[in-house]
């Protein structure tokens, strides 16, 4: 059974840094694309980046392109989110996600899920 746990997640001011952590288990991810995405309050979930398991390759949503860095450990089975200077916009729960192969932007293609970690930028 798949699972992926998110920590690392607060409350943080404006212009701040976070690490986001996405510890997978339950098989091997070589073969995988790893995503997180966030979701606003009445919002719909958004992608924000993704990284290829086997090859590193990395993707971003342009709103956070250059501010944030998708990294993974994979020793650790470990996928890693580092946010810098953070905005009140980027306030949101932030979910890992995997599916087999490439990377998608779309949440509806991702199988599996973590259980989501609030960051919350204050102004």
């Known amino acids: 059974q798949v699972q992926l746990v998110e920590s690392g997640g607060g409350l943080v001011q404006a212009g701040g840094s976070l690490s986001l952590s996405c510890a997978a288990s339950?098989?091997?991810?070589?073969?995988?694309?790893m995503g997180w995405f966030r979701q606003a309050p009445g919002l719909e979930r958004e992608f924000v980046g993704a990284i290829l398991w086997g090859g590193s390759a990395t993707y971003y949503a342009d709103s956070v392109r250059g501010r944030f860095t998708i990294s993974r450990d994979i020793a650790k089975n470990t996928v890693y989110l580092q946010m810098n200077s953070l905005k009140p916009e980027d306030t949101a729960v932030y979910y890992c996600a995997a599916r087999r192969n490439l990377a998608r932007i779309t949440y509806q293609d991702y199988d599996y899920w973590g259980q989501g970690t609030q960051v919350t930028v204050s102004s």
């Open positions: 339950g098989r091997t991810f070589s073969t995988y694309a």
